[in-house]
């Protein structure tokens, strides 16, 4: 059973950072990638970033690029979402997913599993 369980969301102020982790589980990680998603209120759910276990390329949204990073620690089957200079248009629910390849990928119907989200509010 496929499992994605985020972590480490909650409220900061703007200029502050927050790191968000995802535990991984029940699928072969290998050959897989991962990514992260964020939903506003009222919004689509959006690419943020992107990294595949093998190799570690990644890939970033330009409104995120220079201040997020996106990092696995392969023994440990979790992706980590630092998120640094945060501003109050990032304030969504995160949400991670896999997919059942290496190539990197920026829209939803790309992932393959979700995990629950968790929520990150950053005030002004």
């Known amino acids: 059973q496929v499992r994605l369980i985020e972590s480490g969301g909650g409220l900061v102020q703007a200029g502050n950072s927050l790191g968000l982790s995802c535990a991984a589980s029940?699928?072969?990680?290998?050959?897989?990638?991962m990514g992260w998603f964020r939903q506003a209120p009222g919004k689509v759910r959006e690419f943020v970033a992107a990294?595949?276990?093998?190799?570690?390329?990644?890939y970033y949204a330009d409104s995120v690029k220079g201040r997020f990073t996106i990092s696995t620690d392969n023994a440990m089957n979790t992706v980590f979402l630092q998120m640094n200079s945060l501003r109050p248009e990032d304030t969504a629910v995160y949400y991670c997913?896999?997919?059942?390849?290496?190539?990197?990928?920026?829209?939803?119907?790309?992932?393959?599993?979700w995990g629950q989200g968790t929520q990150v509010t950053v005030s002004s």
């Open positions: 997913a896999a997919r059942d390849s290496t190539t990197l990928a920026v829209v939803t119907g790309a992932y393959d599993y």
């Open positions: 029940g699928f072969t990680l290998g050959r897989s990638a």
């Open positions: 990294i595949n276990w093998i190799g570690g390329s990644t």
